[in-house]
T-cell receptor, first 112, second 113 residues
Framework: GDSVTQMEGPVTLSEEAFLTINCTYT??????LFWYVQYPGEGLQLLLK?????DKGSNKGFEATYRKETTSFHLEKGSVQVSDSAVYFC???????????FGQGTRLTINP | DTAVSQTPKYLVTQMGNDKSIKCEQN?????MYWYKQDSKKFLKIMFS???????INETVPNRFSPKSPDKAHLNLHINSLELGDSAVYFC????????????FGPGTRLLVL
Protein backbone atom coordinates (compact mmCIF):
# COMPACT_ATOMS: atom_id res chain seq x y z
CA GLY A 1 0.00 0.00 0.00
CA ASP A 2 0.93 3.67 -0.13
CA SER A 3 3.30 4.75 2.59
CA VAL A 4 5.70 7.47 3.68
CA THR A 5 8.95 6.86 5.53
CA GLN A 6 10.87 9.59 7.33
CA MET A 7 14.25 9.53 8.93
CA GLU A 8 14.22 8.45 12.54
CA GLY A 9 14.35 11.15 15.12
CA PRO A 10 14.93 12.88 17.30
CA VAL A 11 17.28 15.24 15.49
CA THR A 12 19.24 17.76 17.54
CA LEU A 13 21.21 20.57 15.92
CA SER A 14 22.85 23.80 16.91
CA GLU A 15 21.49 27.13 15.75
CA GLU A 16 22.58 28.07 12.20
CA ALA A 17 23.31 24.46 11.28
CA PHE A 18 22.16 22.94 7.99
CA LEU A 19 19.09 20.73 8.22
CA THR A 20 18.04 17.75 6.16
CA ILE A 21 15.11 15.53 7.08
CA ASN A 22 14.75 12.63 4.67
CA CYS A 23 11.41 11.49 3.32
CA THR A 24 10.75 8.72 0.83
CA TYR A 25 7.45 7.34 -0.34
CA THR A 26 5.96 4.24 -1.86
CA UNK A 27 2.97 4.79 -4.10
CA UNK A 28 1.42 3.65 -7.33
CA UNK A 29 1.21 6.75 -9.48
CA UNK A 30 2.21 10.33 -8.81
CA UNK A 31 0.92 11.79 -5.59
CA UNK A 32 1.16 15.32 -4.29
CA LEU A 33 3.71 15.65 -1.51
CA PHE A 34 3.58 17.78 1.63
CA TRP A 35 5.56 18.78 4.67
CA TYR A 36 3.56 19.69 7.78
CA VAL A 37 5.01 21.10 11.00
CA GLN A 38 3.66 20.70 14.52
CA TYR A 39 4.94 23.19 17.07
CA PRO A 40 4.70 22.20 20.75
CA GLY A 41 1.12 22.09 21.96
CA GLU A 42 -0.34 23.02 18.57
CA GLY A 43 -1.99 21.34 15.60
CA LEU A 44 -0.29 20.64 12.29
CA GLN A 45 0.37 23.45 9.84
CA LEU A 46 1.21 23.09 6.18
CA LEU A 47 4.83 24.09 5.65
CA LEU A 48 5.20 23.46 1.92
CA LYS A 49 4.00 21.24 -0.88
CA UNK A 50 4.78 20.05 -4.40
CA UNK A 51 2.26 18.57 -6.78
CA UNK A 52 4.38 17.17 -9.60
CA UNK A 53 7.84 15.84 -10.34
CA UNK A 54 10.72 18.35 -10.12
CA ASP A 55 8.52 20.92 -8.36
CA LYS A 56 10.20 22.66 -5.45
CA GLY A 57 8.12 23.73 -2.49
CA SER A 58 9.49 26.47 -0.24
CA ASN A 59 8.41 28.45 2.79
CA LYS A 60 10.11 30.15 5.77
CA GLY A 61 13.54 29.19 4.46
CA PHE A 62 12.62 25.51 4.12
CA GLU A 63 12.74 23.76 0.74
CA ALA A 64 11.88 20.35 -0.63
CA THR A 65 12.08 19.05 -4.20
CA TYR A 66 9.79 16.33 -5.59
CA ARG A 67 12.17 13.67 -6.98
CA LYS A 68 10.25 11.07 -8.94
CA GLU A 69 13.32 9.01 -9.80
CA THR A 70 14.22 8.49 -6.15
CA THR A 71 10.63 8.78 -4.81
CA SER A 72 11.86 11.34 -2.31
CA PHE A 73 10.87 14.71 -0.88
CA HIS A 74 13.66 15.65 1.53
CA LEU A 75 13.22 18.76 3.66
CA GLU A 76 16.17 21.18 3.86
CA LYS A 77 16.99 24.48 5.50
CA GLY A 78 20.30 26.26 5.26
CA SER A 79 20.41 27.83 8.73
CA VAL A 80 18.03 26.66 11.44
CA GLN A 81 16.80 28.71 14.36
CA VAL A 82 15.67 27.76 17.85
CA SER A 83 12.11 28.60 16.75
CA ASP A 84 12.26 25.77 14.18
CA SER A 85 12.10 23.22 17.00
CA ALA A 86 9.02 21.14 16.23
CA VAL A 87 7.84 17.81 14.84
CA TYR A 88 7.93 17.61 11.05
CA PHE A 89 5.64 15.31 9.05
CA CYS A 90 6.00 14.27 5.45
CA UNK A 91 2.75 13.29 3.74
CA UNK A 92 1.32 12.30 0.37
CA UNK A 93 -2.08 12.53 -1.27
CA UNK A 94 -3.29 11.30 -4.61
CA UNK A 95 -5.12 13.60 -6.97
CA UNK A 96 -8.83 13.28 -6.40
CA UNK A 97 -8.31 11.52 -3.08
CA UNK A 98 -9.32 12.88 0.28
CA UNK A 99 -6.85 11.02 2.40
CA UNK A 100 -3.44 12.29 3.50
CA UNK A 101 -0.97 9.54 4.32
CA PHE A 102 1.57 10.70 6.88
CA GLY A 103 5.04 9.58 7.79
CA GLN A 104 5.84 8.90 11.42
CA GLY A 105 7.11 12.41 12.15
CA THR A 106 10.62 13.62 12.99
CA ARG A 107 11.20 15.61 16.16
CA LEU A 108 13.70 18.43 15.65
CA THR A 109 15.35 20.30 18.51
CA ILE A 110 17.55 23.32 17.87
CA ASN A 111 19.90 24.38 20.65
CA PRO A 112 21.11 27.99 20.96
CA ASP B 1 -10.37 34.15 15.03
CA THR B 2 -9.60 30.47 15.38
CA ALA B 3 -10.00 28.68 12.05
CA VAL B 4 -10.47 25.13 13.36
CA SER B 5 -11.35 24.78 17.02
CA GLN B 6 -11.78 21.72 19.20
CA THR B 7 -13.26 21.19 22.64
CA PRO B 8 -12.19 20.08 25.09
CA LYS B 9 -8.44 20.55 24.87
CA TYR B 10 -7.81 17.90 27.52
CA LEU B 11 -9.99 14.97 28.53
CA VAL B 12 -9.21 12.56 31.33
CA THR B 13 -11.69 9.77 31.93
CA GLN B 14 -12.12 6.23 33.20
CA MET B 15 -12.28 3.07 31.12
CA GLY B 16 -15.79 2.20 30.04
CA ASN B 17 -17.05 5.79 29.92
CA ASP B 18 -18.56 7.49 26.87
CA LYS B 19 -17.17 10.84 25.77
CA SER B 20 -17.49 13.32 22.91
CA ILE B 21 -15.07 15.71 21.27
CA LYS B 22 -16.39 18.65 19.29
CA CYS B 23 -14.89 20.36 16.26
CA GLU B 24 -15.91 23.54 14.49
CA GLN B 25 -14.38 25.34 11.53
CA ASN B 26 -15.15 28.89 10.39
CA UNK B 27 -13.31 28.66 7.07
CA UNK B 28 -16.36 27.81 5.01
CA UNK B 29 -14.84 24.46 4.06
CA UNK B 30 -17.00 21.57 2.97
CA UNK B 31 -14.79 18.68 4.11
CA MET B 32 -13.78 17.77 7.65
CA TYR B 33 -11.59 15.02 9.11
CA TRP B 34 -10.67 13.28 12.32
CA TYR B 35 -7.10 12.04 12.85
CA LYS B 36 -5.59 10.08 15.72
CA GLN B 37 -2.02 10.70 16.84
CA ASP B 38 -0.59 8.01 19.07
CA SER B 39 2.12 8.32 21.71
CA LYS B 40 4.83 7.85 19.10
CA LYS B 41 3.46 10.81 17.11
CA PHE B 42 2.20 8.53 14.34
CA LEU B 43 -0.77 10.28 12.69
CA LYS B 44 -3.54 8.35 10.98
CA ILE B 45 -6.85 9.37 9.46
CA MET B 46 -10.03 7.99 11.03
CA PHE B 47 -12.95 9.64 9.24
CA SER B 48 -13.77 12.27 6.67
CA UNK B 49 -17.04 14.02 5.88
CA UNK B 50 -17.90 16.05 2.81
CA UNK B 51 -21.05 18.17 3.00
CA UNK B 52 -22.19 16.12 6.00
CA UNK B 53 -21.70 12.82 4.17
CA UNK B 54 -19.20 10.20 5.32
CA UNK B 55 -16.58 9.66 2.61
CA ILE B 56 -13.68 8.06 4.47
CA ASN B 57 -14.09 5.49 7.20
CA GLU B 58 -10.83 3.76 7.99
CA THR B 59 -10.67 0.57 10.02
CA VAL B 60 -11.81 2.18 13.23
CA PRO B 61 -13.71 0.29 15.96
CA ASN B 62 -17.43 0.97 15.81
CA ARG B 63 -17.18 2.41 19.32
CA PHE B 64 -16.14 5.56 17.45
CA SER B 65 -19.02 7.40 15.80
CA PRO B 66 -18.60 10.69 13.99
CA LYS B 67 -21.52 13.06 13.62
CA SER B 68 -21.73 16.03 11.28
CA PRO B 69 -24.78 18.19 12.06
CA ASP B 70 -23.72 20.73 9.42
CA LYS B 71 -20.73 21.52 7.20
CA ALA B 72 -19.02 23.54 9.90
CA HIS B 73 -19.11 20.89 12.62
CA LEU B 74 -17.79 17.36 12.99
CA ASN B 75 -18.07 15.74 16.39
CA LEU B 76 -16.55 12.48 17.54
CA HIS B 77 -18.33 10.28 20.05
CA ILE B 78 -16.50 7.39 21.66
CA ASN B 79 -18.34 4.65 23.56
CA SER B 80 -16.87 2.29 26.15
CA LEU B 81 -13.48 3.95 26.24
CA GLU B 82 -10.42 1.69 26.40
CA LEU B 83 -6.85 2.35 27.53
CA GLY B 84 -5.68 2.14 23.91
CA ASP B 85 -7.89 5.07 22.98
CA SER B 86 -5.50 7.39 24.81
CA ALA B 87 -4.07 9.67 22.13
CA VAL B 88 -4.30 13.15 20.69
CA TYR B 89 -7.24 13.57 18.33
CA PHE B 90 -6.99 16.20 15.63
CA CYS B 91 -9.80 17.68 13.60
CA UNK B 92 -9.03 19.18 10.20
CA UNK B 93 -10.89 20.79 7.32
CA UNK B 94 -10.37 21.54 3.66
CA UNK B 95 -12.27 22.80 0.67
CA UNK B 96 -13.37 20.89 -2.35
CA UNK B 97 -12.89 17.54 -3.98
CA UNK B 98 -10.09 17.16 -4.77
CA UNK B 99 -9.18 19.08 -1.70
CA UNK B 100 -6.38 21.48 -1.20
CA UNK B 101 -4.58 22.23 2.03
CA UNK B 102 -5.95 20.68 5.18
CA UNK B 103 -6.16 23.01 8.18
CA PHE B 104 -5.77 21.36 11.56
CA GLY B 105 -7.22 22.15 14.95
CA PRO B 106 -5.05 22.30 18.09
CA GLY B 107 -5.90 18.76 19.13
CA THR B 108 -7.69 17.10 22.04
CA ARG B 109 -5.49 15.09 24.37
CA LEU B 110 -7.48 12.10 25.65
CA LEU B 111 -6.21 10.06 28.57
CA VAL B 112 -8.11 6.94 29.57
CA LEU B 113 -7.30 5.62 33.04
Amino acid sequence: GDSVTQMEGPVTLSEEAFLTINCTYTATGYPSLFWYVQYPGEGLQLLLKATKADDKGSNKGFEATYRKETTSFHLEKGSVQVSDSAVYFCALRFQGAQKLVFGQGTRLTINP
Amino acid sequence: DTAVSQTPKYLVTQMGNDKSIKCEQNLGHDTMYWYKQDSKKFLKIMFSYNNKELIINETVPNRFSPKSPDKAHLNLHINSLELGDSAVYFCASSQGIPQETQYFGPGTRLLVL
